[in-house]
T-cell receptor, first 112, second 113 residues
């Protein structure tokens, strides 16, 4: 079974802090994604990566950056956390072709 | 710009009932469409994936259909059970956009014993 893990289930940070959210997949997938989920807005794509060191902006990249130094790991970075980044963050991976996306359990981030 | 809409936003049914969840999308240039299940506070679990060339997929009590030309998909759940209570999300994968998914807002289903 494909497994996608995220470093924390719950995280509380203060405004202005630099925040790292880590995602690891164990199936050698090429593509990885970061989404955020908010009530009334649904899931929205922040960034995605189709290969090591490659990244593409999604629909809402402002205030975020990403890092993919190894194929199995995709990190989401909040350079200076703000209260409007309080959200559920979901990571996903995809082999490409006709396959499904596999999601991690999510990280609920609260910025105070 | 692709938009995905799910109706209804919430649904409450008695156990044993058959039900249909609806999903519509505005751009028919899709690679595939997926239905996911999400339990409160959890990640997403893929239920069914329909390729753009397919009309339906079935898994157990679940059947999903796709009509690309009209921009519609339905998820049919037969003989619903309390364990089916969750939020169901529809997502389309547009062509040539790196595998990204565009999600609907979901339908929150409650099955009463």
């Amino acid at each position: 079974d494909v497994k996608v893990t995220q470093s924390s289930r719950y995280l509380v940070k203060r405004t202005g802090e630099k925040v790292f959210l880590e995602c690891v997949q164990d199936m050698d997938h090429e593509n990885m994604f970061w989404y955020r989920q908010d009530p009334g807005l649904g899931l929205r794509l922040i960034y995605f990566s189709y290969d090591v060191k490659m990244k593409e902006k999604g629909d809402i990249p402002e205030g975020y950056s990403v890092s993919r130094e190894k194929k199995e790991r995709f990190s989401l970075i909040l350079e200076s956390a703000s209260t409007n980044q309080t959200s559920m963050y979901l990571c996903a991976s995809l082999q490409g072709g006709r396959d499904t996306q596999y999601f991690g359990p999510g990280t609920r981030l609260t910025v105070l | 710009k692709q938009e995905v809409t799910q109706i209804p936003a919430a649904l409450s049914v008695p156990e044993g009932e058959n039900l249909v969840l609806n999903c519509s999308f505005t751009d028919s240039a899709i690679y595939n469409l997926q239905w996911f299940r999400q339990d409160p506070g959890k990640g997403l679990t893929s239920l069914l994936l329909i390729q753009s060339s397919q009309r339906e997929q079935t898994s157990g009590r679940l059947n999903a259909s796709l009509d690309k030309s009209s921009g519609r998909s339905t998820l049919y759940i037969a003989a619903s059970q309390p364990g089916d209570s969750a939020t169901y999300l529809c997502a389309v994968r547009p062509n040539n956009q790196g595998g990204k998914l565009i999600f609907g807002q979901g339908t929150e289903l409650s099955v009463k014993p």
